[in-house]
């Protein structure tokens, strides 16, 4: 692919996942509302915010990508917590069990969208409450879904991972490889 790549998020893990693939990036920032749907499931709710990233900020004679991530636990959508004491609910509930990484992601290139997902499953060890509260006050949970970034001090709270570790970090390259090979934007 020669030209630019537009990203159509403000993510600075996607960003530099791209940019580690040798990615041209240019980042537009989408303006758009992210309430979850009623009884919209974690699969419908990231590949339609991808999807909706993708058309707030890219034309349709443009190659652009987008992303949305979440985390789901026991029926229930876990966004970004915004605030010490919803992470520190979050973190608590996550604490020795297993949940959903599901991201979706959406591809335009020569006027044609594509959008998929993929769902990565993760396990934390059994966290104390003085660990949550550490981790907490570090401020990497705040704006990443879950509370927790894998690809920071989060990383010490997850016991196993099964499936794309990228996809936790918020960004599946496989996944982006192979909705570029379905559209041809690298032959």
């Known amino acids: 692919m020669d030209k630019t790549l537009i990203l159509a998020s403000q993510s600075p893990q996607r960003l530099r996942l791209l ?10 920032i989408p303006q758009i509302d992210e309430t979850p749907q009623p009884e919209e499931s974690a699969r419908v709710l990231v590949e339609r915010l991808a999807l909706t990233k993708l058309r707030d900020v890219v034309d349709l004679e443009e190659t652009g990508l987008a992303a949305d991530t979440v985390v789901e636990f026991d029926g229930e959508i876990l966004g970004k917590p915004g605030s010490q004491k919803k992470a520190i609910t979050m973190l ?11 991201g979706g992601i959406a591809l335009r290139h020569m006027g044609q969208d594509i959008s998929g997902t993929i769902t990565t499953e993760v396990t934390f060890r059994d966290l104390t409450n003085e660990e949550i509260m550490d981790y907490v006050e570090v401020g990497e949970s705040l704006d990443k879904a879950g509370g927790y970034a894998i690809q920071g001090r989060g990383a010490d709270l997850i016991s196993r991972v099964e499936g794309c570790h990228e996809n936790v970090i918020g960004l599946s390259m496989s996944a982006v490889f192979e909705l570029m090979k379905f559209l041809k934007v690298r032959e």
């Open 92 to 102: 608590k509930d996550l604490s020795g069990q297993t949940h959903n990484v599901v």
């Open 19 to 28: 940019k580690d693939y040798g990615f041209s990036i240019e980042v537009r």
